[in-house]
Structure formats: structure tokens, C-alpha cells
């Protein structure tokens, strides 16, 4: 039989405004199982992330906001999104680029491609490292704007697999994808059947990538997500100094529309 080890609930996380036992589930689980039983787990983990009480986020001091959806646009068929990080290597910071292709994940690329023009990913903090599985990222470093983006996109059929390097929407059950992204460190295909779709491919900077550095060793969920949402590179950086982060992101290329 063989086994593998998958951190499926840490990429099904919870958004602000979400019970905190929901958020205990989105805290990881490192769970060695057959390939066969992942499907299972993670449609367990995805129901449960979707059955929250609002009203828990108001119980809590936070208030709950209504924000309008971010307008459709047109974007180009392929595009080149550069990262300049402060990961070291070689005593350089190293840069990290993807290359989206939009029929891909027709969705999901636009929303990316206004992320990127809005200037989201500025400052946002590499929370979640896992060896041999992913890194995550895609909080705001400023509160403000992850409530700025927090309406959700519908999900697009899964085109392309899960293989080493491919970048995706992290997401909390279907239809539910905002703002965090995730890269592949290895070939996790089997997150194709639970709804992960790429956008795109990192052809650069991907050993870059592999030296970030992992703010929660022996724990995959990552760093708090609700706090980290709610309070941005103020509550993150303090507790966790030697966490890696985007400084800077820009579309380089595209193409017509």
C-alpha cells in the first residue's frame, strides 16, 4: 500500500468571520494515509470549514461587513506575474516569477490579475510552509485591504494538475476563494479531485522558494490565520522576525487581451 503524507485542511482555510472550532480544523493536521482515503478526508475537511455561525465573529468584537464584488475585467490570455522577496540566497534577495495562462483557470486568473494591479500581495508574509507539500501566502499585510478582497470567487473546473510548481487559490470549501495562494513544492496531484485549480507555473525562483522560512516548524496549518487577517504584518512580523515576505509584486508581460 502506499502512503503518503498529505496537509489537505491547512489549504481549506477559514476566513475572518468563521467559528473559532472551524478554525481549529483549519489548523494542520498532518495525517499519514493511503492515497485512496484522501478524497474522503478532504471533503470532510471543506464540509465542516462551510458549516460556521456568523454570529460567532460578532460574539467575538468583530463586526461583520457586506462588501461589494470587485467588477469584471478583461484580461490577457497569458500573463507574467515577478515576486521580489526577501529570501536569501547566496547573500541575494531572490525573485520568484509565474507564468498564467488564463485558460487554465478563467476565474481564478482574473482574480489574481486584479490582485496583482491592485497591488495585494505588497508586503504579504510567506504564513504557511511545508516541506515537501506547499507554501502559502496571500494574507494582506494590511487588514484593510483583505476585507477589500474578501468576496469570494466561484470555483473553475480543475485543467491542469497539481504538479511541482503550479500556483492555485487556497480555498474553504467550494466557491469560496479570495486571496491566498499556494505553490507546489511537489507533484500533490492528488488535489486535483478536491477543486484545487492552477492558474499558473513558477518558471522562476521555485528553489528560491524551497529556503523560505517555515514560521510554525512541526505544525503545517502555519501561522494564525484568523489573527493574521485580522491584524496583518503588526501581529505577524513581531512574533515570527525571521518570517519571509513579498516586497514587492508586479505584472511584467502580457499579452493583448
Request: with cysteine; charged share 20%.
Amino acid at each position: 500500500l502506499k502512503l503518503q503524507f498529505l496537509y489537505f485542511i491547512g489549504l481549506c482555510y477559514c476566513p475572518v468571520n468563521m467559528l473559532k472550532s472551524t478554525l481549529l480544523l483549519s489548523s494542520a493536521v498532518c495525517t499519514i494515509l493511503a492515497q485512496e482515503d484522501a478524497a474522503s478526508i478532504v471533503n470532510d475537511a471543506a464540509a465542516a470549514a462551510k458549516n460556521v455561525d456568523l454570529a460567532a465573529a460578532t460574539e467575538a468584537g468583530e463586526m461583520l461587513q457586506t462588501f461589494e464584488p470587485i467588477p469584471t475585467i478583461a484580461i490577457p490570455e497569458q500573463f507574467q506575474a515577478v515576486f521580489e522577496t526577501d529570501i536569501l540566497m547566496d547573500g541575494k534577495m531572490q525573485n520568484f516569477v509565474v507564468n498564467v495562462t488564463s485558460a487554465f483557470a478563467p476565474m481564478g486568473a482574473e482574480q489574481f490579475y486584479k490582485l496583482m494591479k491592485d497591488e495585494f500581495y505588497n508586503g504579504a508574509c510567506f504564513f504557511r510552509v511545508v516541506p515537501d507539500f506547499v507554501i502559502q501566502f496571500g494574507i494582506g499585510a494590511d487588514p484593510e485591504m483583505t476585507k477589500k478582497w474578501s468576496v469570494p470567487i466561484l470555483d473553475d473546473p480543475v485543467e491542469v494538475s497539481n504538479e511541482e510548481g503550479t500556483i492555485a487559490f487556497a480555498t474553504a470549501g467550494p466557491d469560496t476563494r479570495t486571496t491566498q495562494l499556494f505553490v507546489n513544492y511537489a507533484d500533490n496531484k492528488a488535489l486535483d479531485a478536491q477543486g484545487f485549480a492552477p492558474i499558473g507555473q513558477v518558471v522562476h525562483g521555485l528553489d528560491a522558494l524551497r529556503l523560505a522560512y517555515n514560521p510554525t516548524p512541526g505544525k503545517p496549518g502555519g501561522a494564525d490565520q484568523q489573527q493574521y487577517e485580522m491584524k496583518g504584518n503588526a501581529w505577524l512580523k513581531p512574533k515570527v522576525p525571521k518570517i519571509n515576505q513579498i516586497v514587492r509584486a508586479y505584472i511584467s508581460w502580457e499579452s493583448a487581451v
